[in-house]
Every structure is written in structure tokens, then in C-alpha cells.
């Protein structure tokens, strides 16, 4: 057996040598490798080190989880919405009585009863002296009048609790006719019986007037006619129901011209809350 000797010049047995290009580009791609495999370990190894019991949390995660944690935990089984809260002072619906707003009051307040109606009208509700100068023209004198007047020229409502009559004149003066205004105010059991009362007025009055009365919507119900009496003197005749009370005006003359007429209907409308039962408000 021959044994052949190495010969380092020999080109058959030689080990070809790496070029020093090829020698980096290997290492790189391995270097490369080495770190995709070295990230892929840290990731998978952090993620079972924060699952693992005991294992340190940073705040902000502590913070969020426990967030996250009561808005789902309740109860053993750690499921379910959260127990509602209720604003201060509120018992809560466990408590007798509270699911009833008057249940503390033991059941739905009743109005109070009504207050019973006047039986003597006081001299505020009606017009006076002063107010009637005043928007009618100086001179005129007034005085009560007891009982009924005529039922058509000066009505009563019907059915009244107690009534009160004022009547008010004024002579012919500096070429000025003379002029009558008679006025009164009548209490009733309640509202509906005012209205009643001036809508029996209507009716009476529609049996005396030449044309029909008309409604010139005052308070709760009110009718006017104009109306002639036995000697032939016209008058204008209005009457209103507020509140349970009701007042009738009639006037001849002067004082029924329509601006001075509508001025002291509207006064004798506000002093009626004198007579209500629950009096001015």
C-alpha cells in the first residue's frame, strides 16, 4: 500500500479556501437567525413570567385591571353588573313605603276643603266714590240700597250667599247729562254656582232687551244687554262671575260710554277677591 504524501502545492487534494466576502455575508445571516430566535424566546418568556402566580405588575396595569375588574365583578361567581347607587338620602327600594312617593303620608293628599262662601260682602269689594270720580268724572255721590231693584234694569243674581248694592249718581252739570250707575256684588257656594247665577242673569236679561245679550268675556262667565225701562230710559247692563263671586253693573248716561264703561268693569272685577271665600291673593 502506497501511502501518498501531502504535497501543499498539489491542486488535486487541496482544501479550497472561502473568499473573505462569502465568510462575512454566513455570518451575518447567522447573526441575523440567532437574534429572531433570541426575541422569540424574551417575548414568550415575559408573557408566561406576567401569567405566573405572584409575578410583580407595574401600576398602570395594576390600575387598569382593577378597573376592568370592578366593572364585572360581583357576587361569588365574579359576574354581573355592578350594584346600583343610589344619591344620598335615598333609602333604597328594600325599604317599606319608599316604592309609594306618599307612602309616609299613608296614601294621595286630598284637596283641602273649600273654604265656605261670605255671607256679608265687605264695602271693599265694590267700587267706591274715589275710584268712580276718577275714571267717570268728578261730581258724583253715592249711597246704599237695600233689597232688590228692577229685574231688569238693576238684577240680583239669584241664589247668592249674601249680596251688597251700592248705587251712584251725578246730577246734569255744565251742559253734561245726569248719569246712574248702580252696582252689586253677590257671594256664592263655589264657582260653578257664580256661573250659574250669571248665566241665569243671561237669561233673564235676553227676556228684556231688544237685541240679544252678548258675551263680552270677563272672568269665568259674563253677558251684557242693553235694556229700556218703564219710562223709557236706556241702560247698559253687565254682568261677571270670578271666583266663585259675581257682581252685576248698571248705568245710564255718560258713564256708559265704552272706554269709561270697559275702566270700571275691569276695576270692579279686581275688587271682587274681597268677597272670595279665600279672600285677596
Known amino acids: 500500500m502506497k501511502i501518498r504524501r501531502f504535497d501543499p502545492t498539489s491542486t488535486a ?8 466576502l462569502s465568510v462575512l455575508a454566513a455570518a451575518a445571516a447567522l447573526a441575523v437567525a440567532l437574534a429572531g430566535c433570541s426575541l422569540t424566546s424574551d417575548d414568550q418568556t415575559v408573557a408566561r413570567t406576567d401569567n405566573a402566580p405572584g409575578a410583580a405588575t407595574s401600576p398602570a396595569a395594576t390600575a387598569t385591571g382593577d378597573e376592568s ?10 359576574t354581573g353588573s355592578a350594584e346600583p347607587t343610589l344619591p344620598p338620602g335615598d ?14 303620608l299613608g296614601g294621595d293628599e ?18 267706591d266714590t274715589e275710584t268712580v270720580n276718577t275714571v267717570a268724572g268728578a261730581g258724583w255721590k253715592s249711597r246704599e240700597r237695600a233689597g232688590n231693584g228692577d229685574p ?3 238684577p240680583v243674581p239669584p241664589k247668592a250667599a249674601g249680596s251688597r248694592t251700592i248705587v251712584f249718581t251725578r246730577a246734569a252739570a255744565d251742559g253734561a247729562r245726569s248719569s246712574r250707575l248702580v252696582q252689586t256684588v253677590a257671594t256664592h ?27 263680552p268675556r270677563i272672568g269665568d262667565a259674563s253677558v251684557e244687554a242693553t235694556v229700556t225701562d218703564s219710562r223709557g230710559n236706556t241702560s247698559t247692563v ?3 262671575a270670578v271666583e266663585g263671586v259675581s257682581f252685576v253693573l248698571s248705568g245710564s248716561g255718560p258713564v256708559t260710554a265704552p272706554d269709561v264703561w270697559a275702566g270700571l268693569a275691569d276695576i270692579a272685577q279686581g ?11
Open 189 to 215: 257656594a263655589d264657582r260653578a254656582a257664580a256661573i250659574a247665577a250669571v248665566r241665569s242673569l243671561g237669561r233673564k236679561l235676553a227676556t228684556c232687551a231688544a237685541d240679544k245679550p252678548t258675551d
Open 13 to 20: 487534494t487541496a482544501t479550497p479556501r472561502l473568499r473573505p
Open 91 to 104: 333609602p333604597g327600594a328594600e325599604v317599606p313605603g319608599t316604592d309609594d312617593p306618599n307612602g309616609d
Open 271 to 281: 275688587n271682587t277677591c274681597a268677597a272670595a271665600a279665600d279672600g285677596c291673593h
Open 152 to 154: 231688569c234694569v238693576t
Open 238 to 240: 253687565t254682568a261677571v
Open 69 to 78: 375588574q370592578a366593572g364585572t365583578d360581583s357576587g361569588e361567581g365574579g
Open 110 to 127: 286630598s284637596d283641602p276643603p273649600a273654604e265656605p262662601a261670605k255671607t256679608t260682602v265687605p264695602l271693599s269689594a265694590l267700587l
